[in-house]
């Protein structure tokens, strides 16, 4: 099993390039399913939870093919497609979910494991199953599978009114492609305005939906017959670019993101700047960018996470590992997941000072860590151990990075291009 080794202690400084985000590539690759056509996307991120739902997508009959050093794949979705997602592949990756709208809308049925349970929370699926059976389809959950097809005397989903009992982003992404091939009008109230919601809404405007209201909280979607192929540039991965950030400021440096959007990280960047870092987001030749400067101990922040526009829960462990470091004492409240808080023993084996009750962390910050073998249990979490791991004297192995491969580009060879100790070791 891979570990990283990283030797603390070393300022960062150089330019990072951004990769596309893993939870918008995801819903998009699903999203080719809604169509016979081809469909290209561009700037997909290398990443192992891809590489995952090409082989769910594979699996089920759509052809698939990377090109181009743009990280271009085409897919297509022409019959005969088998609607299936087999518990092997679902289980190691919750977007998997994301099958289901597209399947029902476009095949009339679909046969999609529950996921399993994981790390960070129960993560049920109550929202999706309870959405798509407003807009027609009947499931029934037989030996682990959510079992769905169209109701009795229907050939296409209906448009529905859907009201979700808390704003969850998979789902409002799954109606959302359900929607567009639904006849009559779809009304997603409390609806999900994660930039990533905005990302497959245009693609899916690209393909020939009618969508409205993308990035706010209520969607409003008229379903049409058919939609063809479209060429799509993944959006960039905004928690990626706050993971760098955090980095840059917990370490010092100086450090330019291209491709990274600013304008996607308010409030992470609104509490990088209290803490002192120094962060300008722009757009110049090359396209957008951020950059961040930080030196000497920052001051630790106090944070909430809510949905977006507020501070991302796929933020949180980044930042906790800053506040370890920082001066003075924080609280962070965790409020999307119920089990988010598993980094706080490892950082806790690096020296940190955190006390947990329920879903507030305490931490007091000190002046240093010191490295240790610490282990991975999920994929924002190794993020931040890696964080602590690039401050604290010494070395420390950060063991299980399967769970960081789920989700970041290269992480480690991205850190070293900015001068950071750290080496993949087998
Ligand atoms: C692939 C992807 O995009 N993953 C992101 C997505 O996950 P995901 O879409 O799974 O997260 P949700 O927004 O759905 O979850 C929000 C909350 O609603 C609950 N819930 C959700 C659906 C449901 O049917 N029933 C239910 O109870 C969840 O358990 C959680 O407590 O949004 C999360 C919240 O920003 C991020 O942390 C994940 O990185
Ligand atoms: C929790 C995350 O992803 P997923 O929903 O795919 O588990 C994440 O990206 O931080």
Known sequence: MDKLRITGGRALHGEVNISGAKNAALPELCATLLTADPVTLFNVPRLRDVATMRLLLDN??????????????????????QPEAPYELVKTMRASVLVLGPLLARFGH?????????AIGSRPVD?????????????????????????AGRSRLRGARITTDMVTVTGTENFLMAATLAEGETVLENAAQEPEIGDLAEMLIAMGAQIEGHGTSRIRIQGVERLHGCDHQVVADRIEAGTFLCAVAATGGDVLLRHGRADHLDAVIEKLREAGAVIEGGRDSDGDFIRVRASGRLKAQSFRTTEYPGFPTDMQAQFMALNCIAQGTSTVTETIFENRFMHVNELVRLGAHIQTDGKVAVIEGIDRLSGATVMATDLRASASLVIAGLVAEGETIVD???????????????????????ERIK
């Open 60 to 81: 089920m009959g759509v052809r698939t093919e990377t090109h181009g050093e743009r990280g271009g794949m085409t897919l297509q979705a022409s019959d005969p497609i």
């Open 110 to 118: 679909a046969r999609v494991s529950l996921p399993g349970g994981c």
């Open 127 to 151: 929202q999706h199953i309870k959405g798509m059976q407003a807009m027609g389809a009947d499931i029934e959950v037989e030996h682990g599978y959510m079992v769905a097809k169209l109701g």
């Open 400 to 422: 299980r990075i399967y769970h960081l491969d789920r989700g970041y580009d290269q992480m480690e060879a991205k850190l070293r291009g900015i001068g950071a100790d750290i």
